[in-house]
C-alpha cells in the first residue's frame, strides 16, 4: 500500500523514483528499521532497493518486506552500490528525501545526468495519515507513556532531584516494554518550569514549587508525548487560575479536532481561551505537532498553519502558560484525528494534581 501510494505520487510529479536516506522513511517503506546507515530506491516502475550494510544483513532479512536487498559490502560506498543498480534503470529525475547537504552533494557529482529533486512533503503525504497498524502502534505507545507518567507524578516530592523522576518515568516504561523514550524526557521544576523546553537538571524539587513532566515512549519505531505539570503544595490564586485556562484550552481544542478542520482553527480555540484568562502572550509557542515515527511531523497546530486535519492525524494538543523566571504550566495529550471528533491516546486525568 505505502510502496503503491508512492508510486501515485511520484507519477504526479514526474519522478521516476524516489531514493531515500532518512532512515524513518527507510524503515516506512520496507520495515527495517537500520541503527547506522541504509537507503532505499523505490523505482516508479520497478520493486524497492533496500541498501544496508554487511552488519544488518540478518536483520535487514528477518524484517524488510516488498523489497530487494543489496548489501553495501564494508570496501564499497553506498553510492556506488546504487550507482551499480542505477544503471540498469536509467532514472532521468529522482525525488529525495531530508538528505545531509554533504551526501546531495555527492549524488550531484556521481549522477551527473540524473535530475534531483529533494520533496520530503511528498513523503509527508503518505506519513501524515497513519493506518491501522500505526494508529495499533502509537496506541500501544501512549498507553507506555501513561506509566511513565504515573510514576512520574508518584514520585514528585520536595528532596526528590528532577532527573531521578525523569529516571524512574523512564525505567517505568522500559520495563513495561518500550524500546525507549520519544524524546529527552523534561522534568522542570521551580523557576525551570518557565523553559517550555527546559530538559531536566539535578535541581531538587522544593515545597511550592510547580513541576512539569513532559514523557514518551516508542513502540516498533512510534512515539507518543504527554504533558502534566503539578504542584508541591498548595497552588496560588494565580497558579490555579492559569492551571484551570490552560486546562480548559486543551479540552476546547480536543473537542474542536475533528477531519475537515483547520489546524489554525484548533490553535485558535486553545488560544481563545488563554486569551481570556489574559495571558495570551504567555502562550509562547504553537498548540501541537504531528506524531508517528518521528516526535515532530506534520501537520502543525499553530496561527500559521495551512494544514486540514484528516482522518488518520495522530497529532498533539498542548497549550501552556509560562510565567518567566517563575513558574510554567502546559497539559499535552496524544489525540487522534477522526472523522467527527478525536480520541485521546493518552488519557491520564488531568486534573490539578
Ligand atoms: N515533547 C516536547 C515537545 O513537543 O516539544
Ligand atoms: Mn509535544
Redesign the pocket.
Known amino acids: 500500500m505505502r510502496i503503491k501510494a508512492l508510486k501515485k505520487e511520484l507519477a504526479s510529479s514526474n519522478l521516476d523514483g524516489y531514493l531515500s536516506t532518512n532512515l524513518k522513511n527507510v524503515y516506512y517503506f520496507t520495515g527495517f528499521s537500520s541503527l547506522a546507515e541504509a537507503e532505499t530506491l523505490i523505482p516508479l516502475d520497478g520493486d524497492p532497493i533496500l541498501f544496508i550494510r554487511e552488519l544488518e544483513l540478518e536483520n535487514a532479512e528477518a524484517s524488510s518486506k516488498n523489497c530487494i536487498i543489496e548489501v553495501v559490502k564494508k570496501d564499497e560506498t553506498a553510492i556506488k552500490k546504487i550507482a551499480s543498480v542505477v544503471k540498469n534503470f536509467k532514472p532521468k529525475r529522482l525525488g529525495l528525501d531530508d538528505l545531509p547537504a554533504s551526501t546531495y552533494l555527492k549524488l550531484v557529482e556521481r549522477f551527473r545526468s540524473i535530475e534531483f529533486k529533494v520533496d520530503m512533503d511528498l513523503v509527508w503525504k503518505l506519513r501524515i495519515i497513519k493506518d491501522d497498524e500505526e494508529v495499533r502502534y502509537i496506541r500501544k505507545a501512549a498507553k507506555l507513556a501513561d506509566a511513565g507518567m504515573k510514576t512520574a507524578l508518584a514520585m514528585i516530592k520536595a528532596g526528590v532531584r528532577e532527573y531521578q523522576v525523569a529516571a524512574e518515568a523512564e525505567y517505568a516504561m522500559r520495563v513495561a516494554g518500550s524500546e525507549g523514550v520519544a ?1 529527552d524526557t ?1 522534568v522542570a521544576s521551580g523557576p525551570r518550569s518557565s523553559l517550555p ?1 527546559g530538559v531536566c537538571s539535578d535541581r531538587k524539587i522544593k515545597e511550592g514549587d510547580v513541576v512539569f513532566v ?1 514523557v ?1 515512549a516508542t513502540f516498533n519505531g512510534y512515539r507518543s ?1 504527554i ?1 502534566r505539570t503539578t504542584i508541591v503544595g498548595k497552588p496560588t490564586r494565580q497558579q490555579a487560575k492559569v492551571y484551570n485556562a490552560v486546562l480548559e484550552a486543551q479540552e476546547e481544542a480536543v473537542k474542536a479536532i475533528r477531519a475537515s478542520v483547520s489546524a489554525r482553527e484548533v490553535d485558535e480555540v486553545a488560544r481563545r481561551v488563554i486569551k481570556e484568562s489574559g495571558y495570551e502572550n504567555r502562550f509562547i509557542h504553537s498548540l501541537g ?1 504531528g506524531v508517528g515515527l518521528d ?2 511531523e506534520p501537520p502543525k497546530l499553530s496561527p500559521n498553519s495551512k494544514d486540514i486535519l484528516k482522518t488518520g492525524n495522530v497529532i ?1 494538543t ?1 497549550p501552556g502558560v509560562y510565567i518567566p523566571h517563575k513558574w510554567g504550566i502546559r497539559i499535552e495529550d496524544t489525540v487522534l484525528v477522526l472523522k467527527k471528533n478525536a480520541e485521546r491516546l493518552t488519557k491520564t486525568p488531568r486534573e490539578f494534581v
Do not use: Q, S
Open positions: 524524546f523534561l523546553h513532559d514518551g508525548d504533558t505537532h516526535v515532530h498533539t498542548e
